[in-house]
């Protein structure tokens, strides 16, 4: 566990990592970022997510940022019921994934998002401005108030799982409220948006609780690529605070849930949703390309597995192409002193690397 600072817009801000044992410079981990609900901490979907468990297992880094105080609780700006908020949180949660990728060996491709509560709603909100950056979002009792629908445009089909109980009594299953609307009304704007067959293909789940009271179904949305699917998880008699395996279900566990729907998806160049190989997932594909020294100053030796003749290129995180070329040997030094200082990808033979040029 890591408990960092970031100064954004004039204002000193929190967020906790978690690290898997293990971790290791020359490993590109995926990230998982995580939103607590409104007046929670950090330390409290930390706590009982479950999230850092599965971390262990399938190694991958979770990021779970702070919110900022509104009438002295803290919350997430998603407009609807926190409209009195002037805090740019999008801003805010942009830089936290930039600080990241800066700081850590991780996939750039592979950033995650979901969210319980008012962290569900910008979870979703993360989908709708942050799309460039999140490969994949999940939201847990969250919707979307009517600022964030009206103004949702990700450009691409964005992969998204919906997790609610269908007794929350506080953002309804199937009622609009006064500042956003149901459950039920998100699913059919994703399901829309992604071009998904209407008619989904329904599981249940088997029930492991007899003292739960609630039972769970799975609807799946999916399109003509696998990267167009809505997920949605049907809490029967749940309320509020469904986290299945930590509140309001026992019958599966959540975080584990939410980690075989992300581990499938990845972004290519921040534009469109890519499924994510059996080569990807295990990490074999990191030692098949890599970079030294990181971080960079005048050179940087790119490392392959293959001496084939291949091109290359070095992009600037919002996609701008800064030096392309070709590589010939297994072993090739590439000229940066025409480069800018900052955080760049290389990018050859279908991988992507994190280039830090000081």
């Not at 408990?3 to 990230?31: A, C, H, K, M, W």
């Not at 019958?251 to 160049?269: K, P, Q, R, V």
Request: proline content about 4%.
């Amino acid at each position: 566990m890591e408990y960092s600072t970031l100064y954004f817009e004039g204002e000193e801000r929190v967020y906790i990592l978690y690290l898997p044992s293990g971790y290791e410079d020359e490993q590109n981990l995926p990230v998982v970022f995580a939103f607590h609900d409104m007046t929670e901490l950090a330390a409290n979907i930390y706590g009982y997510s479950g999230l850092n468990e599965v971390a262990e297992e399938h190694k991958f880094i979770v990021c779970y940022p702070e919110g900022d105080l509104l009438f002295n609780l803290t919350h997430w700006n998603v407009g609807g019921f926190t409209q009195d908020s002037d805090v740019n949180d999008v801003g805010y949660v942009n830089a936290v994934v930039n600080k990241v990728i800066e700081d850590y060996n991780v996939d750039d491709t592979r950033f995650y998002a979901c969210g319980r509560g008012n962290g569900g709603f910008f979870s979703l909100l993360s989908a709708c401005q942050l799309s460039h950056k999140f490969a994949a979002v999940a939201s847990a009792g969250g919707s979307m108030t009517f600022e964030m629908l009206g103004d949702c445009n990700p450009g691409r089909p964005v992969p998204v799982l919906q997790l609610h109980g269908t007794e929350d009594d506080w953002v309804y299953y199937d009622q609009i409220d006064t500042f956003y609307n149901s459950a039920l009304d998100v699913i059919d704007y994703w399901v829309t948006h992604n071009e998904c067959n209407t008619e989904p293909v329904i599981e249940a789940v088997e029930n492991q609780s007899d003292t739960d009271n609630s039972t769970v179904e799975v609807f799946t949305y999916s399109g003509e690529t696998e990267c167009q699917k809505v997920v949605h998880y049907r809490v029967n008699g749940a309320g509020r605070y469904a986290w299945p395996g930590a509140s309001g279900n026992f019958d599966f566990e959540f975080a584990e849930a939410l980690w075989t729907f992300f581990s499938g998806y990845s972004l290519e160049d921040g534009t469109s949703c890519q499924p994510v190989s059996v080569a990807e997932v295990s990490g074999e594909r990191a030692k098949a390309l890599m970079l030294y020294p990181q971080p960079a100053q005048d050179k940087i030796t790119v490392v392959r597995e293959s001496a084939e003749p291949s091109t290359y290129c070095i992009m600037s995180l919002s996609g701008q192409i800064a030096r392309q070329g070709h590589l010939t040997t297994t072993h090739q030094q590439i000229d940066l002193t025409t480069l800018s200082p900052g955080v760049y990808v290389l990018c050859s033979d279908g991988l992507r690397r994190r280039l830090i040029v000081h």
